[in-house]
């Protein structure tokens, strides 16, 4: 009763201070986190004295249309030495034949095929193991049969961003910029992601990257035993291996805008929830601090926007300390997502900050919440 006859007269103030402690662990964030790459200098690898041989691998899966866009943007990189290998996933369009034209013009370019095996429904880390067996060269490039790279000296900027100590190159991979609102939040989503990579691997604490724009060296691959550890989880072909063998020391980005690609976004709801389901689903297997960590950022979030709307409901008399809040943390998201949108190419995204923002966190959070345990195990 004591309890009780005390909080229901500072409900109010309890409420407030929820919503005080919530915007610290924000503010923490964006200050403290994601500052590492709004001040970040971001460099060119170019002309780095040594280019090591590199094998780009795609896996493709029914891309006939995409590998005759975006192929020859890979095939004609200004590159000393490299080979192109694309692993043909049992597919039923007519991916072989183009394929097949492709390599009487690119002598670089190799193919393996996966042929369909009736008690075999393997997923696409199988298709990219056989593609990493096929690589000549010891630096592997991973991206996808819907990527574009931003120019002919990708490969540069990726190989010559390798150095003595390093095993890892993370890559940035953004969406192609269309009309409607969907585009707009995959666009944030994707720009949101990386603002996180990037800056936790140059806090040195890596945990992830993006198979559409990912390189690491053949030995790691076999030293870490592959994809073994989560072979069963439907994707983390990418994020979960970087998550279990990126180290503070082996682990570098590549940004500059010649070092992007571009990627084809989905354009549907349905597509997009079920591509965000099947990431909710790999997230389970990250170590436990990166699972820890990835998790306060996006709850803290979340539950600031309830707590926020809780209190100008409820005591809408003292609207100007809940909306002095939300102004103190947009404002700090301004100063320091400004400069990381300049250099992710997102620039038009700021105007929309509040609105994609808000939608973010409540479609990423639910999305979790209903996929994060469900099995997937196909490609």
């Not at 961003?161 to 940035?172: H, M, T």
């Not at 989503?189 to 724009?213: I, Q």
């Not at 989880?233 to 180290?247: E, H, R, Y």
Request: aromatic share 16%; with cysteine; net charge positive.
């Amino acid at each position: 009763m004591h309890l009780y006859n005390y909080i229901i007269p500072n409900i109010a103030y309890i409420i407030y201070g929820i919503l005080g402690i919530l915007l610290v662990f924000q503010l923490y964030y964006i200050l403290f986190v994601y500052s590492r790459l709004a001040t970040h200098k971001v460099k060119s690898y170019k002309n780095s004295e040594v280019l090591p041989p590199l094998s780009v691998i795609i896996c493709a899966h029914n891309e006939q249309g995409n590998l005759e866009a975006f192929l020859p943007k890979i095939l004609n990189q200004d590159y000393p030495e490299y080979e192109v290998i694309v692993v043909d996933d049992y597919s039923t369009d007519e991916s072989q034949w183009v394929l097949q034209a492709f390599k009487t013009e690119y002598p670089h370019l190799r193919v393996v095929q996966i042929k369909e095996h009736i008690q075999l429904k393997h997923s696409k880390k199988f298709a990219l193991t056989l593609g990493i067996k096929a690589a000549k060269y010891e630096h592997l490039v991973m991206t996808d049969a819907d990527c574009e790279p931003q120019s002919s000296e990708w490969l540069k900027e990726i190989g010559g961003a390798y150095s003595s100590s390093k095993e890892i190159i993370l890559g940035y991979s953004p969406y192609f910029k269309k009309k409607g609102f969907l585009n707009k939040l995959i666009r944030f989503e994707t720009t949101h992601t990386a603002m996180s990579y990037f800056a936790y691997a140059l806090k040195k604490d890596p945990y992830m990257g993006v198979g559409r724009n990912l390189s690491y060296l053949k030995s790691l691959f076999f030293r870490g035993k592959g994809f073994n550890a989560h072979m069963h989880i439907k994707s983390g072909d990418d994020d979960l291996f970087v998550n279990q063998n990126a180290t503070k020391q082996n682990t570098h980005i590549a940004i500059v805008p010649e070092a992007h690609v571009y990627s084809v976004p989905k354009d549907n709801w349905s597509s997009y929830y079920k591509q965000k389901a099947r990431h909710s689903g790999a997230s389970i297997a990250y170590k436990r601090r990166h699972q820890f960590m990835l998790a306060a950022q996006l709850i803290t979030a979340f539950l600031f926007y309830i707590v926020l709307f809780l209190a100008l409901a409820i005591f809408p008399s003292l609207w100007y300390v809940g909306t002095a809040a939300f102004f103190l943390r947009y404002l700090c998201q301004v100063i320091v997502f400004r400069p990381i949108f300049l250099k992710l190419k997102v620039k038009d995204l700021l105007f929309w900050l509040p609105l994609l923002d808000l939608f973010f966190y409540f479609y990423i959070c639910l999305n979790g919440l209903f996929n994060r345990k469900k099995k997937q195990r196909s490609w």
